[in-house]
């Protein structure tokens, strides 16, 4: 089993992109959703219907890239969950079509999964085992990872997933969607020591994370000052949730004994976290390259050659839209 398409559609991102074990990542296309801002997040049926919309045209493209036909493909993976239940069947019923039509088989890949071992696409790569934070819009986790499918859930968020902060933190600064992006831009011209803001639950033992109150504190800061006070209050709210990240994945490593941190999610593109982890964590950090940082097919498609032994041709359509990452070992499918 040689070329892997891969179909991401959990959420607010049409993704599609070719893999080949040898030759690596042959071709990729992702699309973002633009409708969404208007409305402050993502709305479900939005969604789906833009990914209908979308989605074949992008197929056809990335075939012509990759200078391929249909027949090429030998398999097709595609997001099963978590994410958008409306959003997830649109390329999951696409993803089997494709595969019943072709002969081939058809992989259901978790989305948490395909981020985690999305770095394992760059040079260099990490080896096993290690510690992955695994931190995007709805998901704030940090997982073991003894092997390839072997994944121990050590902490996750008991609220408010840190991308959710950070949209919610736009929200009441008048900020754009997604808010991680916008926050962080106008926290560029703040300082971030300015304001006082609390690390939720570094203080206390365990590895679980909450960021309600982080929002709760910004929320009231912001009532106390003036506008030209949000990028000092942006910067502030940044740096808190980029230490609180930091001191726990250092905890996590000390606890577990391994020696190497994975980040990955869209929130592993922001720099302010980068550097946190380089200063606390120095040659143990491993990313994916910006542009994989947010949901894409490449991923998927990578994460679909791992699971290649799982593929079927029954032509059965499911999604998990709640699919903890740490019941992969037994897939009621």
């Not at 494709?98 to 081939?104: E, G, Q, S, T, V």
């Not at 395909?114 to 260099?124: F, V």
Request: net charge neutral; glycine share 10%.
């Amino acid at each position: 089993m040689q070329n892997i398409l891969g179909i991401e559609t959990s959420c607010d991102e049409t993704g599609v992109a070719l893999y080949h074990p040898e030759r690596g990542l042959v071709a990729d296309l992702v699309y973002t959703q633009a409708d969404h801002a208007a409305y402050g997040g993502v709305v479900p049926e939005l969604a789906s219907r833009d990914h209908v919309r979308k989605l074949p045209g992008m197929l056809r493209e990335l075939l012509d890239r990759a200078k391929m036909t249909a027949g090429d493909i030998d398999a097709v993976a595609y997001t099963a969950g978590p994410g958008l239940a409306g959003a997830l069947l649109v390329g999951a019923s696409t993803g089997v079509a494709m595969a019943a039509a072709l002969d081939r088989p058809a992989i259901a890949v978790h989305h948490m999964e395909g981020h985690l071992l999305s770095p394992l696409l760059e040079d260099p790569a990490p080896d096993f085992p290690f510690v992955a934070l695994l931190v995007s819009g709805g998901h704030t986790m940090l997982v073991a990872v003894e092997a390839f499918g072997r994944y121990r859930l050590l902490g996750e968020t008991l609220d408010d997933a840190a991308g959710e902060a950070f949209d919610k933190t736009a929200r009441l600064l008048g900020l754009g969607y997604p808010g991680g992006p916008e926050v962080a831009r106008l926290a560029e011209s703040g300082n971030r020591d300015r304001f006082d803001f609390p690390r939720p639950m570094v203080n206390r033992p365990g590895l679980d994370f909450s960021f309600s109150g982080l929002k709760t504190h910004t929320r009231e800061l912001i009532k106390r000052v003036e506008e030209t006070d949000y990028p000092d209050i942006a910067a502030g709210f940044e740096q808190a949730v980029a230490e609180t990240l930091a001191i726990k994945c250092r905890r996590a490593l000390k606890e577990t004994r391994m020696k190497r941190l994975v980040i990955a999610g869209g929130v592993s593109a922001n720099r302010r976290l980068r550097a946190e982890l380089e200063t606390r964590l120095p040659g143990q950090v491993y990313y994916p390259s910006l542009r994989m940082c947010t949901d894409n097919g490449a991923m998927i498609a990578h994460a679909g050659w791992y699971r290649r032994g799982e593929g079927t041709k029954d032509g059965k359509i499911a999604v998990k839209p709640r699919w903890p990452i740490d019941s992969l070992a037994s897939r009621n499918f």
